[in-house]
């Protein structure tokens, strides 16, 4: 099957098979055609006017040709254009790297652990006001005077998680407490300072 051109529901469509296709381990060869390409970068230049299913069939084929640095510009671009989460970066097993970055974060992160016990750990996704993570991070702001976040295993914060963790870091804050967040992915820190986060908050994890 060879695609040339789409509107916003067949890119819609095609995105969402496609990635049914990734998630499901399916023995797909995809090789994306230079005048579909062509025609993707065409209509993202008009931003969220090209429509959200541009923007993820374009993520969706970025998955599929293991192209990583690109997919994070473009979910962070998406992310800013539609105040929406973007997909998370899932490319096929086939294509997988050598070491998956998540795995590789998880161990990053617990051996970082080792050294700072009193750093809060938090990983896979963030949703909602009520997540999890945000209730550990409201009960260690009543014992610490400066609290380390490692986001490193964080998958995914949508922007209701996002919008309440500015507000627990705001009322962090004005107890004179200080909230320090390492480890975040660009996708992430990009979201979290889209809602308002300052970069301040934001620190190289040590090594």
Do not use: Y
Not at 92 to 111: I, R
Not at 173 to 182: C, D, F, L, R, Y
Not at 185 to 192: C, F, G, N, T, V
């Amino acid at each position: 099957m060879s695609v040339i051109d789409f509107d916003d529901e067949g890119a819609r469509l095609l995105a969402n098979a496609l990635a049914e296709a990734r998630r499901s381990s399916l023995g797909l060869q995809l090789q994306p055609g230079a005048k579909l390409g062509a025609a993707l970068a065409t209509a993202l230049n008009n931003g969220r006017a090209a429509g959200e299913g541009a923007w993820l069939l374009s993520l969706e084929l970025l998955q599929w040709t293991n192209n990583r640095a690109a997919f994070e510009d473009r979910a962070i671009e998406f992310a800013v254009a539609f105040e929406l989460s973007p997909p998370s970066w899932e490319p096929p097993p086939a294509l997988a790297e050598t070491v998956p970055a998540k795995t590789a974060a998880h161990e990053d992160a617990s051996a970082h652990d080792a050294l700072d016990p009193g750093m809060l750990k938090w990983s896979g996704v963030m949703t909602g006001s009520l997540a999890p993570q945000l209730g550990r991070l409201a009960d260690s702001m009543r014992a610490n005077a400066v609290i380390p976040v490692d986001m490193s295993a964080v998958e995914r914060i949508d922007f209701v998680c996002a919008g309440a963790m500015l507000n627990l870091i705001n009322r962090i804050e004005s107890q004179h407490k200080a909230i320090q967040i390492v480890g975040a992915s660009p996708i992430i820190r990009a979201l979290l300072l889209l809602i308002g986060v300052s970069p301040r908050h934001f620190v190289k994890k040590q090594q």
